[in-house]
Every structure is written in structure tokens, then in C-alpha cells.
């Protein structure tokens, strides 16, 4: 029953993909607003993305959990700055995919507490389908939430290419957890719901970043990549940034079970 108690009215608010300082700045102006209409009790973003567009540096992850994030998932871009390796082993909230090589710096999986005390699991997964990762995210995913027996809620961040994958893990997770979320092709798709087990789902939930470039990259750049086939050094667009979420809404009677999942989609302020 305390378990019960802990969990009414919890809420998490997922957004995805934050894409270089525009995808930050857009997220921090967004975040006061959002608090104020929707009260979400935990905030998980993706920020592989944060650090101009590839990767990530303790300074950036800093900057997201002062301004409330509660928790950081990253995604095949996680190594593309190196100050991140030593703050990935230390900062409990910040993690990558938990399917890597265990040899890799980092961990995939964590616990957030509320005020009221709601605790929250996170897992981040990485798809195995044209991305690097050294084993099987549905294998991988037993020993993740075997780390997070007890706790009142959990959100999957399953960051992945192909829609097959992210659809398959929903599936395989129904009933076991709170939401499956997925990342990282930058473009919001319109299938969120709640899965008959009581998992919110969706394939993905876009990015926080600029919607006139190409998945960020500043478009002129991507199409003369694609027209003259050869090496552009691409440059994150500014252009038309835009917030791009979900709010889950947990079960109050059930742990691990969601009421509701609402796409959150809105232009900078
Ligand atoms: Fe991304
Ligand atoms: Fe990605």
C-alpha cells in the first residue's frame, strides 16, 4: 500500500534527443512552462546529441540537472567526447545504453527518488540494428530491471534505428514496466499509446533541436552531402527549434502500469 501511496499522481516527462546548445536553451525555456501546465513529477531527456550535436561533456550534463532534469539518457553518440568517460563512472544519473560492453565507461540503468518519495528506474538500450552495441538489448534488458526490483515506476529509453526493434521492445515489456520510449531517429511518430499490458509506448519521441535543419544538421549542408555524394562538414542548424516530448502518466493504483501517454510537441517561447 505505501508503494501505492508513493506512486499518485507521479508523472514523467520524456524528451527526446536534446540537439546542440539550441536543443538545450530550447529545453531549459521550455522546462518552466511545461512544469507549470503539467506538473510532471520526474524529467528524463535524451542528450547525446547536447554537445554541438554529437555527444555530450560534464559541463552540459550539469547544466540539464540544474535546471531540474532528473535523469540523462544518452544513446551511439555517448563516446564522442572524451571528458564524458570519467563522469559517466561517477555521476549515478547520467547513463548509456546498458546493453554496451560492460568494459565500456559507464552504466545503463539508475534510480531517482521525488520529494514524496515516488522512485523511478531508468534503463537506456541500444538497438542492435545498424548501431554499435556489444550485446542484445532484449537479452540485456533482464538483468536491467533485475537492478530495479522494488522500485514504484520505470521508463525505458530504447534508442534505436529501426522501428522493428523499438515496436518488439514495447511488446516484449508490456506489463513489466511503466513506459518504453524510443530515440534517436529525431523524428516524432504518431503511434504513443498505452500497450494492453499497461505500458506506455512510443517509437519515438523526436528531438528538442532545430526542426528546419535535417534531424539537426543544418539542411543545406545534409543536401549537398546527399547531391554531391562526397565529405560536408555538417554544422547543427539553428533554425525553427522546437520541443518534442511525451508525459506519462502513471497508474495510482498499480505499480510499473501507466494511465496515459500525451505527445508533447511546441515551438521555442
Ligand atoms: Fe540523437
Ligand atoms: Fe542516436
Not at 540503468?109 to 538497438?127: I, K, Y
Request: net charge negative; proline share 5%.
Amino acid at each position: 500500500m505505501a508503494e501505492v501511496q508513493a506512486s499518485k499522481g507521479v508523472s514523467i516527462l520524456f524528451v527526446g534527443d536534446l540537439v546542440g546548445g539550441i536543443g538545450r536553451r530550447t529545453l531549459l525555456e521550455c522546462l518552466p512552462l511545461l512544469r507549470e501546465r503539467l506538473h510532471p513529477t520526474f524529467v528524463v531527456v535524451n542528450g547525446e546529441n547536447v554537445a554541438g550535436g554529437l555527444g555530450i561533456t560534464p559541463k552540459a550534463a550539469e547544466q540539464l540537472f540544474a535546471g531540474g532534469v532528473d535523469a540523462i539518457t544518452l544513446g551511439n553518440h555517448t563516446y564522442h567526447r572524451r571528458e564524458i568517460y570519467p563522469y559517466l563512472d561517477s555521476e549515478p544519473r547520467i547513463l548509456r545504453p546498458a546493453n554496451f560492453l560492460r568494459s565500456q565507461p559507464g552504466h545503463g540503468v539508475c534510480m531517482v527518488e521525488s520529494a514524496q518519495g515516488a522512485r523511478l528506474g531508468v534503463v537506456n538500450l541500444s538497438g542492435n540494428l545498424y548501431l554499435r552495441a556489444g550485446r542484445s538489448a532484449f537479452t540485456e534488458i533482464e538483468a536491467a530491471l533485475g537492478e530495479l526490483e522494488g522500485v514504484d515506476q520505470i521508463l525505458v529509453d530504447m534508442h534505436a534505428e529501426a522501428t522493428s526493434e523499438k515496436v518488439a521492445m514495447g511488446w516484449h515489456l508490456d506489463g513489466r514496466v511503466t513506459a518504453v520510449v524510443g530515440t534517436h531517429t529525431h523524428v516524432p511518430t504518431a503511434d504513443a499509446r498505452v500497450l494492453p499490458g499497461g505500458t506506455a509506448y512510443i517509437t519515438d519521441v523526436g528531438m528538442t533541436g532545430p526542426r528546419g535543419g535535417v534531424i539537426g544538421v543544418k539542411r543545406e549542408q545534409a543536401i549537398e552531402s546527399l547531391l554531391t555524394q562526397m565529405p560536408v562538414r555538417f554544422e547543427t542548424s539553428e533554425e525553427d527549434p522546437w520541443l518534442m516530448a511525451v508525459l506519462i502518466r502513471c497508474s495510482v493504483t498499480e505499480r510499473l502500469r501507466a494511465d496515459s501517454i500525451e505527445q508533447i510537441l511546441m515551438p521555442r517561447p
